[in-house]
């Protein structure tokens, strides 16, 4: 039944647990299609009447933490799965019976060095919440601060390790047997998704990401940031500030509290929104159950594991892609797109470009209320994927945000507009592109590299000396990509030959008219006339033209 593989697992039981529970639930064809298995044996499986979606998702769910993660991530990703696959994957819960307290304890007292008593005043042993990484308890320091004591399940780090070893073999193997899947990048999808959860794994990072969170807010009266207590921090333990409030997600508590849902729904898409445009660090998974209201109404930030970040340079080309939008400029938005994406293939530009302008043709003229921001983004990642434009990761995490703050937005509030609280931020990012000191930052940055250019001339023609000197020099040229420089290279020779044209029509009719051949019009040759006319026509189009591309 098994294929020998290039697998060289330390868990080879895991390996045959994953196995099985693939066929169980009828994907034994996947594994003999990428090699794993020969053929795919008579097991009884499943409810044959559950959808695929369904039996994908209850997979997930047994297989465990890294695989319910995986799935998470997954369900966030309409750019690679179909619409019920996101759906029913959405579904997953990342939520499991919690780790027997004596085994809580032992951890927190190795992480920390000491007895569990002598940190802490009260400690509730049933935790409030408990998901596949690690649990959360309430706690009392000897301080008599209320706090959150969040710790990481005994052991969990091996496991998810092997199953990632697991996943990155998978992948390749998908990769090499299924030549269709290439188009999704599965090991980079293995990649992204390894550097994530591991990064989750470490409870130090997420203190640091609370930290940096509570400077940006630090002047801000409408959010709260949990306090960390840094000397009971380790990898695998985090103490922060126990937060007293009501999640975003229980609307009937917010309705009994007196809170108003639209000013609510536009307080966390500003957080959201000032996160992204204003500190270009921001919460990738802003969801209900992730945002505590204080008596007071101000709101607060909890779980701290994956964050989005965002530099200058992206935020000013998404503001290009947006002005591409609304101009309706195509080229620009093509140009921009390939800009800020990777390009590992050749890629058909005027297909990019005709596919560009049916989106574009679709949402434009609607009013703001009337453009989905959750349909439009996904579509916008989905094109990227079908030609080939690898979207920036951050990018993708960013549009994660935007959707789930929209979605939530929404949840409170019917009518809640995204675009129309968004406005003021894109108006200030606007703004500060054409500033002075920005254009000057531009032209000193360009300037630099110029003069770092001229100073390595030398060098690079003391190289070349040299090659020419032995006799060795060899170029190699590939066709790659110059689907853009031909288009381009096609209009460029276009307009040139319409300006020739027009430059002969005016010569033509100037010697029409110094000729004096006739009929003749207010004592002027018309067939001159006409000439002028023509060639004032075509040259203003072509001006026209010139000025609308840039």
Not at 228 to 243: A, D, G, N, P, R
Not at 333 to 358: A, H, M, P, Q
Not at 456 to 461: G, Q, R
């Amino acid at each position: 039944m098994f294929k020998k593989t290039s697998f060289s697992y330390q868990n080879a039981k895991r390996l045959q647990q994953i196995i099985n529970t693939a066929l169980k639930y009828g994907f034994g064809y996947i594994l003999e299609k990428i090699g794993i298995i020969r053929f795919v044996p008579k097991v009884k499986t499943v409810d044959e009447r559950l959808t695929p979606p369904m039996r994908v998702r209850l997979m997930l769910e047994e297989l465990g933490p890294t695989f319910i993660k995986l799935g998470q991530i997954l369900s966030t990703r309409s750019d690679i799965l179909p619409e019920d696959y996101i759906t029913e994957l959405k579904k997953l819960q990342d939520e499991v019976p919690g780790v027997e307290f004596s085994k809580i304890k032992l951890m927190i007292e190795e992480e920390l060095g000491e007895k569990l008593e002598d940190v802490f005043d009260y400690f509730e042993e049933i935790p409030i919440a408990a998901a596949s990484i690690g649990q959360v308890h309430r706690a009392r320091l000897k301080t008599q601060e209320e706090v959150v004591v969040k710790v990481q399940r005994p052991d969990i780090e091996k496991v998810i390790n092997a199953d990632l070893d697991i996943l990155f073999h998978a992948a390749r193997l998908i990769e090499k047997y299924i030549p269709e899947s290439r188009l999704y990048d599965p090991v980079g999808i293995a990649e992204e998704f390894s550097e994530g959860i591991r990064n989750e794994l470490d409870f130090l990072r997420e203190g640091w990401n609370i930290e940096r969170f509570r400077r940006n807010f630090e002047k801000d009266d409408t959010v709260y940031v949990p306090k960390v207590y840094w000397e009971y921090c380790t990898k695998k333990v985090l103490v922060m500030e126990y937060i007293e409030g009501v999640k975003v997600k229980d609307i009937e508590s917010i309705e009994k509290l007196g809170f108003s849902k639209k000013e609510l729904a536009e307080k966390g898409a500003r957080a959201i929104l000032k996160q992204i445009f204003n500190h270009g660090f921001f919460h990738a998974d802003p969801h209900g159950g992730n945002i505590i209201v204080k008596k007071d109404g101000r709101i607060a930030f909890i779980d701290f594991g994956i964050m989005g970040r965002i530099d200058n340079y992206y935020k000013y080309k998404m503001l290009e892609l947006v002005r591409g939008a609304i101009n309706k400029d195509i080229d620009k938005i093509c140009d921009t797109l390939l800009e800020i994406g990777f390009v590992e293939e050749k890629i058909n530009y005027n297909k990019l470009r005709s596919d560009i302008e049916e989106i574009v043709e679709r949402y434009y003229g609607k009013t703001l209320k009337e453009i989905n921001m959750s349909e439009m983004l996904p579509e916008m990642l989905r094109l990227s994927q079908k030609h080939r434009v690898k979207v920036p990761s951050n990018l993708v995490l960013l549009i994660k945000a935007v959707i789930t703050a929209e979605g939530l937005g929404k949840e409170l509030y019917p009518d809640f507009d995204i675009i129309s609280v968004a406005k003021p931020f894109m108006l200030e990012l606007m703004i500060s592109n054409y500033s002075p000191e920005r254009i000057f930052k531009i032209a000193g940055d360009d300037l630099r590299r110029v003069v770092k250019a001229l100073k390595n001339i030398p060098d690079i023609v003391n190289k070349l000396n040299d090659k020419l000197g032995e006799d060795s020099v060899k170029i190699d040229f590939e066709y790659k990509g110059l689907e853009k420089f031909a288009f381009e290279l096609n209009r460029m020779v276009n307009r040139l030959v319409i300006g020739l044209i027009v430059s002969a029509i005016i010569v033509a009719s100037s010697l029409i008219i110094r000729a004096d051949v006739g009929p003749y019009i207010f004592g002027i040759s018309a067939i001159g006339i006409l000439g002028y006319l023509v060639a004032g026509i075509f040259g203003l189009l072509l001006l026209y033209s010139i000025i609308r591309t840039g």
